[in-house]
């Protein structure tokens, strides 16, 4: 059974920083894509960043130069190092694994950022 446990969310003033962290059982990140994804009270879910199998990144333009997403192989884990935060940026937080015949999602961290 896949499981995605995300934690790190919190409140924080703008300019700050949180980090991250999607925990993940019955399936090896290393061989998925991974993706962190947000969704806003009244807005759709929305990509904020994801890694690929072979490590490459993407992001979201809203978010470019200010987070990275990261995976430890070792730790079966990924990270969203989010820095530089704003009030937009408030959502709650979604680690997501997908392959070409399977995906799942976590259950979700609240990450507030007061102006």
């Known amino acids: 059974q896949v499981q995605l446990v995300e934690s790190g969310g919190g409140l924080v003033q703008a300019g700050g920083s949180l980090r991250l962290s999607c925990a993940a059982s019955g399936i090896i990140v290393s061989i998925y894509a991974m993706g962190w994804y947000r969704q806003a009270p009244g807005k759709q879910r929305e990509l904020v960043a994801d890694?690929?199998?072979?490590?490459?990144?993407n992001y979201a333009d809203s978010v470019k130069g200010r987070f990275t997403i990261s995976r430890d192989n070792a730790k079966n884990m990924v990270y969203l190092q989010m820095n530089s935060l704003k009030p937009e940026d408030t959502a709650v937080y979604y680690c997501?694994?997908?392959?070409?015949?399977?995906?799942?999602w976590g259950q979700g961290t609240q990450v507030t950022v007061s102006s």
């Open positions: 997501n694994y997908r392959s070409w015949n399977s995906a799942g």
């Open positions: 890694i690929t199998s072979g490590g490459k990144t």
